[in-house]
Each structure stands twice: as structure tokens, then as C-alpha cells.
């Protein structure tokens, strides 16, 4: 199995920044996992893919978030990191690490990934 663990959540005031890393243990997926994303889940609400990166590094992110937040990976560390930046109310959700082998048609589709954490709250208020 892979075990995706998130950490940096936290309560930051609007105009803030957060980062946020997921660790990602893979040594037993001898196959690695092409695609490593975030989601978030407002309360009451679905939840969405954020931003994923590829295994080339090419990124992909929501149009809600484009230019506010970026995804980064380190490979050597096998960590995955979300920098956001002024962050606003609206940013406040639940949010999860996800990974996958690979995806069919949207790498921010969740059902497309097998794997993810327990996830990290992030409160902007």
C-alpha cells in the first residue's frame, strides 16, 4: 500500500500563507505513482482537486486557485508540498494528499485517485 501523510494545516488570518507537505510513503509500489494531488473539503461540501503534478512535473490546478496557490514535490524526500498564498475565508476545508499510478481523463478528478491521507484542516479567518 501507499501512505500519504499530511502536515501544516493550521488557522491563519486572511492575507496569510500556509504550507502544506504530505509525505508520501511508496517503498512497497513498485510502480510509483505518476500522479500526486491535492483536494479540499469545506464542510458540507464536495470534495475538489486542488492542484496535481505529474511525474514530468507538468501541474494542473484549479481555476479557483491559479496564481494563489503552487504544487511542488520533492522526490528525494518523497514529500509533496502546497504553498498558499493569501489565503482567503473561502480556502477553509479539509485538505488531502492523493496519488495514483495514473489517471484517465482529469488529474483533478477524485475518483481517479486510489491512495490518500487523513488530511490537514486549514482555517482562514
Known amino acids: 500500500h501507499v501512505q500519504l501523510v499530511e502536515s501544516g494545516g493550521g488557522l491563519v488570518q486572511p492575507g496569510g500563507s500556509l504550507r502544506l507537505s504530505c509525505a508520501i510513503d511508496n517503498t512497497v509500489n513498485r510502480h510509483g505513482n505518476r500522479y500526486i494531488a491535492w483536494f479540499r473539503q469545506a464542510s458540507g461540501s464536495e470534495r475538489e482537486g486542488v492542484a496535481a503534478i505529474d511525474s514530468d512535473g507538468r501541474t494542473t490546478y484549479a481555476e479557483s486557485v491559479k496564481g494563489q496557490f503552487t504544487i511542488t514535490k520533492d522526490n528525494a524526500k518523497n514529500t509533496l508540498y502546497l504553498q498558499m498564498m493569501n489565503l482567503k475565508p473561502e480556502d477553509t476545508a479539509m485538505y488531502y494528499c492523493?496519488?495514483?499510478?495514473?489517471?484517465?481523463?482529469?488529474?483533478?478528478?477524485?475518483?481517479?485517485?486510489?491512495?490518500w491521507g487523513q488530511g490537514t484542516q486549514v482555517t482562514v479567518s
Open positions: 492523493a496519488a495514483d499510478p495514473a489517471v484517465w481523463q482529469n488529474s483533478l478528478g477524485r475518483s481517479e485517485y486510489r491512495f
